[in-house]
């Protein structure tokens, strides 16, 4: 079941922004060990090169690149190295992205051109050097890692970039699919809510928490029906699932990863 042997994932943002199992680290372990052959791109290569040291002492397979996933230059070379280690992408995962709090008032202009380019552009730029692959082999799968963000506002914080450039990614990630329905491409987006990954205690705490990582971490819990935060592993089995052919009917639509918060109005 769910098994990717002989396939290449091509995963973006596959370290981790702090020490443990972000998405993209989690999504990349998780293919190696359904059977995937995992190129992994980071901005920080020594995130890259310790998700590949977990890849390969559990005996999977892969290789890194060094990648600002925001250059278009950039990701046409690593989509290049990709290929010529491997002849193809079977997979391909857009698991950059970050948030930035504030509105259209406080947040500057720059700061705002950043998230769209950090969580959308990079959606863009990966699907348009990567679709010409995957239609030539008559085949491939993408998901793109969005946020409820992108579906629903929190009542007492504003991420304006970060709500808009996610929603963007729900839409692109429709418009693909719908695009390449016919030759074999499947695309669907994956929408996380509150994941206690790194980046809690690595940024959030900073941003939002009052340096108080304990307390903030309690709120978020509480927000959740489950009541408690999901993990990078949540994420990661949602999208292996999407990639894996027994999701074969299953394109231009989301998986939402949030323990019912979406479902509640706070
Ligand atoms: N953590 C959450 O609570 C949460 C909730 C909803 C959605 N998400 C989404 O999940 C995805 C992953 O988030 P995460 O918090 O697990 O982070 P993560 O731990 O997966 O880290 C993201 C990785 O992307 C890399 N990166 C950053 N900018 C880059 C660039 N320009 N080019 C290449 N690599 C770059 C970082 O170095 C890091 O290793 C993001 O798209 C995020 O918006 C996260």
Redesign the pocket.
């Known amino acids: 079941m769910l098994r990717l042997d002989g396939k290449i994932a091509f995963i973006?943002?596959?370290?981790?922004?702090?020490e443990g199992w972000?998405?993209?680290?989690a999504i990349a372990v998780l293919l190696a060990r359904q059977g995937a052959t995992v190129f992994a791109?980071?901005?920080?290569i020594a995130?890259?090169e310790a998700t590949l040291a977990i890849i390969t002492g559990e005996g999977g397979s892969g290789a890194v690149k060094r990648?600002?996933?925001?250059d278009g230059n950039a990701v046409k070379d690593a989509v290049d190295d990709c290929l010529a280690r491997y002849r193809r992408i079977d997979i391909l995962v857009n698991?950059?992205?970050?948030?930035v709090p504030g509105d259209p008032v406080t947040m500057d202009e720059a700061v705002w051109d950043r998230q769209m380019d950090?969580?959308l552009k990079?959606v863009f730029l990966t699907c348009k050097h990567v679709l010409p692959v995957m239609r030539q082999q008559g085949a491939g799968v993408i998901v793109n890692?969005?946020?409820?963000?992108g579906i629903r506002d929190a009542p007492d914080r504003n991420y304006v970039a970060y709500a808009a450039s996610?929603a963007g990614v729900i839409r692109i990630s429709k418009a693909i699919a719908m695009a390449n329905a016919k030759v074999g491409i499947r695309c669907n987006a994956v929408l996380?809510?509150?994941?206690n990954?790194?980046?809690?205690t690595h940024r959030l705490v900073r941003d939002i928490g009052g340096n108080d990582a304990e307390r903030l971490i309690a709120e978020r819990n509480a927000r959740v029906p489950l009541g408690r935060m999901g993990d990078?592993w949540d994420?990661a089995h949602a999208v292996l699932f999407l990639v894996a052919d027994e999701a074969r009917y299953i394109t231009a639509t989301e998986i939402v990863v949030d323990g019912g918060l979406t479902a509640t109005r706070s």
């Open positions: 973006t943002g596959a370290g981790s922004v702090g972000g998405n993209g680290r791109t980071d901005i920080d995130a890259a990648c600002d996933m925001t698991n950059v992205g970050g948030s950090l969580n990079t890692i969005a946020s409820v963000a996610k996380p809510g509150l994941m990954t790194p980046l809690v990078a994420v």
